[in-house]
């Protein structure tokens, strides 16, 4: 969704969003005119930058994942993949293990890792 319509936010800012960044101008229409384009890890960082000097309220974190539907989405999705490899994971030919519990929490911290 595109927005072209710029609403000013005061001190001379504007901000607009094309549905995929927000849109900051400084000063519009006159020669000192300035923009910056703020995508959503950008936009969170500054949220909690201005959250730890006091302004507003903490960007939200990453949502916790569920270790059970991590793990069912996991087999469902290596297994309709590559079959084989799902029933290699989920019984190691050596040690008969079920390998996707170190891959659920492999998972669930990168994920949480690349989140923040």
Do not use: C, W
């Amino acid at each position: 969704m595109t927005d072209t319509t710029s609403v000013y936010l005061g001190d001379g800012l504007y901000a607009s969003t094309d549905g995929y960044q927000i849109s900051l101008t400084a000063d519009p229409n006159s020669p000192i005119e300035r923009t910056v384009y703020l995508e959503g890890p950008v936009y969170a960082a500054l949220q909690r930058y201005a959250a730890s000097h006091g302004f507003g309220a903490p960007a939200l974190a990453a949502p916790t994942l569920d270790a059970g539907r991590v793990d069912a989405a996991l087999r469902a999705a290596i297994s309709g993949l590559d079959y084989d490899l799902h029933k290699n994971v989920e019984a190691d030919e050596e040690t008969g293990q079920d390998g996707y519990p170190a891959l659920v929490a492999a998972f669930i911290r990168d994920y949480q890792k690349g989140a923040s």
